[in-house]
């Protein structure tokens, strides 16, 4: 009977241990205020607009390898730059044909490049990728992933941040969605995985 009782202190005690996330500390409620610029990725859609030529501006996809193609522009990498630099080099290609090409690109659909996304994975609703947007929070995440399962682990979660080498940081997913307590919320930075584990009871 005694010995019963010592396991299951033990096996409690164990159990809390692995749903701790005290090995992580918090995760900043603001990042840095640098100035972030899109990237573009494959499945983006651009809109090439070029001045008084508008037989030359058109809407083009970015093809799984990161490159678009447009009349006079072949076979172009766009992948990982900005709209403006891509618009500058198709000046410069246009510039063969043209004479003074004025371009403007606007990017229509975002995906980002995977280097960009936000990924949820483990026990959200609906876990899934989103493309990163300035100063995104974690329940601007939560929202679009539809929550927690009734079996996530919420205030186990912890935010991998690749921006910073892998460092990962700990999260209140309960405290912010079940009891709306904002000082939970944090800002999300390009690149971070949030990862929600399962409650062990």
Do not use: H
Request: glycine share 8%.
């Amino acid at each position: 009977m005694g010995l019963g009782r010592v396991v299951v202190a033990l096996a409690v005690t164990v159990m809390a241990g692995c749903a701790s996330t005290g090995n992580f500390p918090a995760a900043p409620a603001a990042v840095a205020s640098d100035d972030y610029s899109y990237i573009i990725g494959a499945g983006d859609n651009l809109n090439i607009q070029v001045w008084r030529n508008p037989e030359l501006s058109m809407s083009v996809p970015v093809r799984p390898d990161g490159k678009i193609a447009a009349p006079l522009v072949d076979e172009m990498v766009v992948q990982g730059k900005t709209s403006v630099q891509v618009a500058r080099e198709v000046e410069k290609q246009l510039g063969k044909y043209v004479r003074d090409p004025v371009v403007t690109v606007i990017v229509t659909s975002f995906v980002g490049p995977y280097s960009e996304q936000i990924r949820v994975v483990g026990e959200a609703a609906k876990p899934q990728f989103l493309p990163y947007k300035q100063k995104m929070t974690l329940l601007d995440v939560m929202i679009a992933v539809g929550g927690l399962t009734d079996f996530a682990s919420g205030n186990s979660a912890t935010i991998l941040r690749t921006a910073e080498g892998n460092k990962q940081y700990s999260v209140r997913l309960k405290d912010l969605i079940k009891r709306g307590d904002v000082s939970a919320n944090v800002e999300m930075r390009p690149g971070d995985i949030l990862i929600i584990p399962q409650s062990l009871f």
